[in-house]
């Protein structure tokens, strides 16, 4: 009885080398073939482990025209680069007003008094808005300034972020028969905010204005 105990377990050793052997062969299918055999509930190929350990994290991002095999064999997110330094997700907002068009601003020629009460915006932002207009103004009768207008500049010069006294000193000085009042036709947050207009094209806008 020992005998035969010991000439199976010998079988069984063989057969287990033989698998061995076959897991680790330098053919792939020989691979597949003892997993098959040997009815285990294994699901990853030879060299997934490996691809495991270099997978790129999801947030990866690379560019289509710098894609390579190794990257969609590694499954490696392939997304065009964006260019845009202000969010996506503002711009796909349907309350979102780009502060960099000019559409968005409005020129109004106006005699003193004009009859505008300007407010400071939170300090965090900076400028002045438009609070109200005085029933029968200059400004009312105009039509081009709104209540809640960003005041950008007053004829050539640009006080966007300015504080409520040099923003204000900037129409108290001007001499013209006429000043022009440039205003954004949106929030605070729109014009100052992270998708706000850089000072370089507020200062373009301007002097072309």
């Given at each position: 009885?020992?005998?035969?105990?010991?000439?199976?377990?010998?079988?069984?050793?063989?057969?287990?080398?033989?698998?061995?052997?076959?897991?680790?062969?330098?053919?792939?299918?020989?691979?597949?073939?003892?997993?098959?055999?040997?009815?285990?509930?294994?699901?990853?190929?030879?060299?997934?482990?490996?691809?495991?350990?270099?997978?790129?994290?999801?947030?990866?991002?690379?560019?289509?025209?710098?894609?390579?095999?190794?990257?969609?064999?590694?499954?490696?997110?392939?997304?065009?680069?964006?260019?845009?330094?202000?969010?996506?997700?503002?711009?796909?907002?349907?309350?979102?007003?780009?502060?960099?068009?000019?559409v968005?601003?409005?020129?109004?020629?106006?005699?003193?008094?004009?009859?505008?009460?300007?407010?400071?915006?939170?300090?965090?932002?900076?400028?002045i808005?438009?609070?109200?207009?005085?029933?029968?103004?200059?400004?009312?009768?105009?039509g081009?300034?709104?209540?809640?207008?960003?005041?950008?500049?007053?004829?050539?010069?640009?006080?966007?972020?300015?504080?409520?006294?040099?923003?204000?000193?900037?129409?108290?000085?001007?001499?013209?028969?006429?000043?022009?009042?440039?205003?954004?036709?949106?929030?605070?947050?729109?014009?100052?905010?992270?998708?706000?207009?850089?000072?370089e094209?507020?200062?373009?806008?301007?002097?072309?204005?």
């Amino acid at each position: 009885m020992k005998s035969i105990l010991l000439l199976y377990s010998t079988i069984a050793a063989r057969s287990a080398t033989t698998m061995l052997v076959g897991a680790f062969s330098s053919t792939p299918q020989s691979y597949f073939a003892v997993r098959h055999r040997s009815g285990t509930s294994l699901s990853m190929g030879l060299f997934d482990g490996v691809k495991d350990a270099f997978s790129a994290p999801a947030a990866s991002s690379i560019n289509s025209e710098r894609e390579t095999p190794i990257d969609r064999w590694m499954g490696w997110n392939v997304k065009p680069m964006d260019d845009g330094s202000r969010s996506v997700a503002a711009k796909n907002d349907d309350n979102f007003v780009d502060s960099m068009d000019d559409v968005n601003y409005k020129t109004a020629p106006l005699k003193k008094p004009m009859g505008i009460v300007f407010e400071e915006n939170d300090e965090e932002y900076g400028g002045i808005f438009v609070l109200s207009l005085t029933e029968g103004g200059i400004a009312e009768q105009d039509g081009t300034i709104k209540p809640g207008d960003q005041l950008v500049a007053v004829n050539k010069s640009k006080v966007a972020g300015f504080a409520f006294d040099p923003a204000l000193g900037e129409i108290v000085k001007s001499e013209e028969e006429v000043t022009n009042l440039v205003v954004f036709r949106g929030t605070q947050e729109q014009l100052y905010g992270p998708t706000g207009a850089s000072q370089e094209w507020l200062d373009e806008f301007v002097a072309k204005n």
